[in-house]
């Protein structure tokens, strides 16, 4: 069970891995962008939507949550308009982030970026509050391989170590017990 459960998670990683490379490759042509939206009509209209959006070579996610009091700047038409929307997919070209950190520092040069703004108007009429994080896809793709890479390397260690006569498991030296390793209790197989 154990085994299965750790090959079902390699699989996952490496299916993760593979599509973050598809969408960098893809993210120097196009930008997708997934909107999907949640609106309350009755008063105070509130309109709450998370964004995600491919950039070139990263991603942008993005929650925005508004407010209006009735009748200002926002009607309940418009408002209702957006039901039929409250799950959008778009693809246009290329965005490009600059990002907020200074290009000194290693989170500007890595790619990464965050927002928080929190805005006012009026007598509390409207309120828009974004929170907003672009990361670069290589961190996915790091992320996504490391499971996959490790596995990978310790079953070459593993057939290393039968070939030269040692347990597969923990490298003790098997030529005077060939059939059962005194150490661990592995019987001296290739795993």
């Known amino acids: 069970m154990r085994r299965n459960l750790l090959n079902f998670a390699t699989l996952l990683s490496l299916l993760l891995c593979a599509a973050a490379c598809v969408v960098w490759v893809l993210s120097r042509f196009v930008s997708d962008r997934i ?50 929307r409250s799950l959008y997919w778009d693809r246009s ?25 929190r805005t006012y108007f009026g ?7 974004t929170f907003s994080l672009a990361f670069p896809l290589w961190v996915v793709v790091v992320a996504g391989a490391a499971l996959p890479a490790a596995r990978v390397m310790r079953r070459r260690a593993a057939r290393r ?28 197989r290739l795993l």
């Open 35 to 84: 909107d999907w939206a949640s609106v309350r009509v009755t008063p105070p209209i509130a309109i709450r939507s998370l964004s995600l959006r491919t950039t070139t070579g990263g991603v942008l996610a993005r929650w925005d949550r508004r407010t209006y009091d009735q009748g200002v700047l926002f009607d309940a038409e418009t408002a209702s308009s957006w039901r039929d």
């Open 93 to 117: 070209e290329p965005v490009r982030l600059s990002g907020l950190y200074p290009a000194d520092s290693w989170a500007g040069r890595a790619g990464f970026r965050a927002e928080h703004s």
């Open 123 to 129: 007598a509390a009429a409207f309120t828009d509050e």
């Open 161 to 188: 170590r039968a070939r030269a006569g040692q347990c597969p498991g923990c490298g003790y030296d098997l030529r005077a017990t060939p059939e059962r390793c005194p150490e661990c209790g592995a019987l001296p």
